[in-house]
């Protein structure tokens, strides 16, 4: 009996000193750590008290692209098929882009798609600006910025993302006029985030009457790009 009295004592002191670290590790509320993204980085990780309301989808902006240059080609030139054929070419230069940091060149190129309405333009940007996501285009007739060639402009669009999707620093010299504007970076790691911060208010205000509204329904201003983004993918 006394054998086994000191056994208990000793293991009642052992599990005493434990301590179990409860706190997640991507700093989300324990009602919110269901996620289908796996391996957050240390980097996103400082911003992501932003992200307790991220949709279902979660669809990272970061990371390798998930679809081909001719998946996306493709599928421009279904939704264009008249189409200017120097805009063909775009689909490798984003996935170049995206990849010098880390940022899915086919969710830019999805994103493109959405703010260009396939590169038929028509708003306030015109196409000589090679302004393929409306940087610094507010609306009310503002054209925003202006870039000397494609590559030039899809590399702004890329930093500008990677600003809002991550806290890692750029690996190309800065060439995003926007890009010291995003004061709290890694706010939007998912696509479904760009709603209410990239574009505002990120939904459409004559069908719902708020952002969260819209993202119940996934038709805010990142679920739309997420969508074309799963339509590429579905591309042969």
Not at 13 to 20: E, I, K, N, Q
Request: positive net charge.
């Amino acid at each position: 009996m006394r054998i086994s009295f000191l056994w208990l004592c000793t293991a009642l002191v052992l599990l005493s000193g434990c301590t179990y670290d409860t706190t997640s590790h991507d700093h989300l509320s324990p009602n919110n750590t269901r996620t289908t993204v796996s391996h957050v980085s240390h980097s996103d990780a400082k911003a992501s008290h932003a992200t307790e309301k991220l949709s279902q989808t979660h669809t990272r902006i970061t990371g390798k692209a998930r679809c081909t240059a001719e998946q996306m080609r493709k599928f421009l030139k279904r939704r264009h098929p008249k189409i200017n054929n120097k805009y063909l070419l775009l689909p490798e230069i984003y996935l170049s882009e995206g990849a010098k940091e880390g940022i899915r060149g086919d969710v830019a190129f999805a994103q493109a798609l959405h703010e260009t309405n396939f590169f038929k333009f028509g708003g306030d940007v015109l196409p000589e600006q090679n302004n393929f996501a409306g940087l610094g285009a507010t609306g009310g007739g503002v054209k925003g910025h202006s870039f000397a060639t494609p590559q030039l402009g899809v590399r702004a669009q890329i930093q500008h993302l990677k600003a809002y999707a991550s806290t890692a620093p750029l690996n190309n010299p800065c060439v995003d006029p926007r890009f010291r504007y995003v004061k709290d970076r890694g706010c939007a790691p998912c696509i479904e985030d760009l709603g209410g911060k990239w574009a505002f208010p990120g939904y459409d205000t004559k069908k719902y009457g708020s952002l969260q509204d819209a993202l119940k329904h996934q038709d805010s201003y990142g679920d739309k790009i997420r969508k074309l983004c799963e339509e590429m993918e579905k591309m042969k």
